[in-house]
């Protein structure tokens, strides 16, 4: 027998790797552009989620209110049926980070393929996983964002990855200072500027570690998460039995070397031929292309005919939905759907807490739209179902006026897409004076920067001449800043502001938000204030 | 050289000398302060120029300029929050004209940087006209001294210090704890570090960062002044349409001249007097050289 491996296999294989790269590239393109770029509207860089199924099936499930930008996961689904899973091989971002660590660590030898079919049972771990995602919806708790595939991607590298390549960046940069080449850190300064990635997350170090811990994963079975975790694979994999895509060995060729079964990237079993499963085969093409012999091929075959598919036994299926129906409660327990909590500041937009709860899928595209690095993840502010949702922190960075990025690039409508001039009228919350440690009103210094910095106009802080009374007796009277509730819109920059370094003197909190029906303080306040009558210059 | 050719040198000489200086004198009398109106920002800003004697006055060939506009919110030109971008690129032309070897145009903001750079139309308008337009940059921040009264050390941006030229370009804004902010409160967005802080004592700070960057020239820009809800406004009910600029080599006549757009008092604006007892410039304009003009 001629040893010669198929030119042809190894055309569409380095194909595949192209694509691979240029979708991952894509990818990177969208997350980076995923900023103020100079323009009001920045256009659909989250069109990466529409094209998930499974977001948009449990999102749909969750809110029982199919999002119309979903409809593109339509096509990922045809594809599927009908030609198998070439979406996870060929163009999924995080597949392509796996693949490639799962290639570096074979390269390192710290990745050794093993026939273990003992393994196999492992397989079925992520249809599990989509069962209990799937059944958590059905009981309105989203967990969809914590599994995703995308959601998991975006959210590592916007909140982990981007800041580190940002640090490692400024320590370039100060290398460059160090060196004395000041005209290279400018430039250099003035990249990373543009491209606004001085942002920082509160549990940045923590989500890094997760996605390490997913990369690391490789060192035990190539594409591990793809193959036993991923629940949008899972999905797709239950959509991939009648498709027309097959694996053939040619036995006449086939010198049983078992090379294919040992590569393949997703234990997909190319041999022998009746244990092919096609529910876990990517069409990577890597079968065919290292085949001694030529004899792995991909027919196209419109027949049906046996194949062998992971084995789901029905106990564990029905232990799994038993066990997400007994464990959905347990994400309901928390005070926060009980009583708004006040430091649960939502971007602008946001819809009513329990449906926002429902929509959003932790993918941490608006915390990367917010230009002042304000929006954060949530660790237990929205409850346990509401980790990793964002919030706004005005402590760390405000709500920009003339902005409603974060509003404009949520893939699933969590926070509802409002034009600027819709934005500027939202209020997410109040604003409040703590007198105690407020510089004028304490210390009878001047200060009112918060009044300096308020952006609506008329300002929704004003400024009173307050009288202070000093440790000396002596009494000073100073402009001290009060707010008119009607004007605030809970923007926060007050509160960031504030140069009561620790604890600031003016703090916002979510109450008297738009979106909230309970969440209210006064009465009047439920119509918007309008500002289309001319109000009276306050400073005259 | 003959005897003939000695004699008429001699009588030229002599009539040079008798008078000379006093004509040299009348050609070096430029105004200090050029106050001009009109339609187009452009066209103002370099007739006050002209006005003041041609930005050759200022600049020398191969000088390193910058030009410290206030792009410090986030907001559009009719807005008046920033100042007018024509006003900027005219400043760079002419700069570059004058043999100016760089131009820089920058600002420490106080809303993101990116936002106000872009739609304040400055970054846009100065790069058109050839001008370098960072952002701030924290690698060139250094503690200086500052020797103010009140600020004694401050952390600067140091391309403000090592430009040969300095221009500031203030627009004219209320601002309630100043009560106006034109030119000398425009120093703020020259400096880092804890700014919100200096609010304690805003007047007599503002007068030692004033005196520290000590500008070449300052041009004002009231095209369009905020009258009220200052700093940063809102709403073109905000704005007064003053179409004016001013261009003046005295920091503090340039405030002054300022406040005159404003119903207040020159007396209200406390960081007037303090500039004018430290010697930063005249606030009595009848000391000075004043020419307005209208185009």
């Known amino acids: 027998m001629k040893k010669e491996r198929s030119k042809k296999y190894r055309a569409l294989q380095l194909l595949r790797i192209i694509t691979q790269a240029v979708f991952f590239g894509l990818f990177l393109y969208l997350l980076f552009k995923t900023h103020f770029t100079g323009q009001d509207y920045i256009g659909r860089v989250e069109v990466f989620f529409h094209f998930d199924p499974l977001l948009a099936i449990a999102t749909a499930i969750a809110s029982r209110v199919l999002f119309a930008s979903f409809i593109l996961a339509g096509v990922t689904l045809v594809v599927t049926l009908v030609a198998g899973r070439y979406v996870c091989g060929w163009v999924c971002p995080l597949g392509s980070v796996h693949q490639f660590f799962s290639f570096v660590f074979k390269k390192a030898k710290l990745l050794k393929p093993r026939k273990e079919e003992k393994s196999a049972g492992r397989l079925a771990w992520k249809y599990y996983i989509l069962l209990a995602v799937l059944v958590g919806s059905l009981f309105t708790v989203d967990l969809v964002g914590i599994a995703d595939p995308l959601s998991f991607l975006y959210r590592s590298f916007a909140t982990g990855i981007i800041p580190w390549f940002a640090r490692a960046g400024a320590a370039f940069i100060g290398l460059l200072y160090g060196l004395k080449l000041s005209s290279a850190g400018d430039a250099a300064a003035q990249f990373f500027g543009t491209l606004s990635l001085n942002q920082t997350f509160q549990q940045g170090f923590f989500l890094s570690l997760l996605f390490l811990g997913a990369v690391l994963l490789n060192i035990s079975k190539e594409r591990f998460w793809c193959r036993y975790l991923c629940p949008a694979g899972a999905l797709l994999g239950l959509f991939s039995r009648w498709n027309v895509g097959k694996v053939r060995v040619d036995m006449d060729k086939c010198i049983k070397c078992n090379l294919c079964t040992l590569h393949c990237q997703t234990q997909a079993n190319p041999y022998p031929n009746e244990q092919w499963r096609s529910s876990e085969c990517v069409y990577c093409y890597t079968c065919a292309s290292i085949c001694p012999t030529k004899a792995v091929y991909f027919p196209v075959k419109r027949t049906p005919e046996k194949i062998a598919s992971v084995n789901l036994s029905r106990r564990r299926l029905i232990f799994t939905s038993a066990l997400a129906v007994v464990a959905a409660p347990f994400f309901k327990i928390t005070p926060a759907g009980k009583r708004a909590a006040a430091k649960l500041i939502r971007p602008p937009g946001a819809l009513p807490e329990p449906k926002f709860l429902q929509k959003c899928v932790k993918c941490s595209e608006c915390m990367k739209a917010c230009p002042t690095n304000g929006l954060q993840p949530a660790l237990d502010e929205a409850g346990p179902e509401g980790i990793w949702t964002p919030v706004l922190k005005p402590r760390i960075g405000y709500c920009e006026y003339y902005c409603s990025l974060c509003t404009q690039v949520c893939p699933t409508g969590a926070i509802k897409e409002l034009t600027i001039e819709e934005k500027i009228k939202v209020k997410i919350g109040s604003a409040w004076i703590n007198k105690d440690r407020c510089i004028p009103y304490a210390l009878g210094l001047p200060c009112i920067v918060c009044e300096e910095h308020c952006p609506t106009s008329p300002k929704a802080i004003k400024f009173v001449m307050v009288e202070a009374k000093l440790p000396d007796g002596t009494v000073a009277t100073q402009k001290a800043p009060v707010i008119d509730l009607d004007l605030c819109i809970g923007c926060g920059i007050c509160e960031t502001k504030c140069p009561v370094m620790d604890d600031p003197a003016i703090y916002c909190t979510s109450v008297g938000e738009d979106r909230s029906e309970k969440n209210r303080l006064l009465l009047e306040l439920i119509q918007p204030a309008t500002l289309t009558e001319e109000p009276k210059d306050p400073y005259k | ?295």
């Open chain 2, 1 to 295: 050289m003959n005897r003939r050719d000695f004699m008429k040198d001699m009588a030229l000489g002599g009539v040079l000398m008798r008078y000379g200086p006093s004509l040299l004198a009348q050609a070096k009398s430029s105004p200090d302060l050029a106050m001009v109106t009109g339609e187009s920002p452009a066209a103002i800003t370099k007739e006050a120029l002209a006005a003041l004697g041609g930005m050759k006055r200022f600049i020398a060939k191969g000088d390193k300029v910058v030009i410290k506009p206030n792009i410090g919110w986030d907001r559009t030109p009719e807005l008046a929050a920033t100042t007018n971008p024509e006003v900027i690129k005219t400043l760079v032309e002419l700069s570059f004209e004058a043999g100016a070897k760089d131009v820089t145009v920058m600002d420490n903001t106080t809303n993101q940087a990116q936002r106000c750079y872009a739609r304040s139309g400055i970054a846009e308008a100065a790069k058109a006209a050839g001008a370098k337009v960072p952002f701030v940059n924290e690698f060139r921040l250094k503690k200086m001294a500052l020797k103010g009264e009140w600020l004694k050390e401050w952390e600067v941006f140091t391309d403000f210090v090592e430009a040969d030229k300095l221009i500031n370009v203030p627009i004219a804004k209320h601002h309630s704890l100043c009560r106006l902010t034109i030119g000398m409160k425009n120093w703020l967005g020259a400096i880092g570090g804890a700014r919100n802080q200096l609010h304690q004592k805003l007047d007599e700070g503002m007068v030692d960062l004033a005196a520290f960057f000590k500008p070449q020239l300052t041009v004002l820009d009231a095209y369009r002044i905020l009258t009220r809800n200052g700093p940063q406004g809102g709403r073109t009910s905000d704005v007064k349409l003053q179409k004016t600029v001013v261009a003046s080599i005295d920091p503090v006549a340039a405030d002054m001249v300022g406040a005159g757009f404003f119903e207040i008092r020159p007396e209200e604006l406390a960081y007037l007097g303090i500039a004018q007892k430290r010697g930063l410039g005249q606030t009595n304009l009848e000391k000075l050289t004043v020419e307005k003009r209208t185009v």
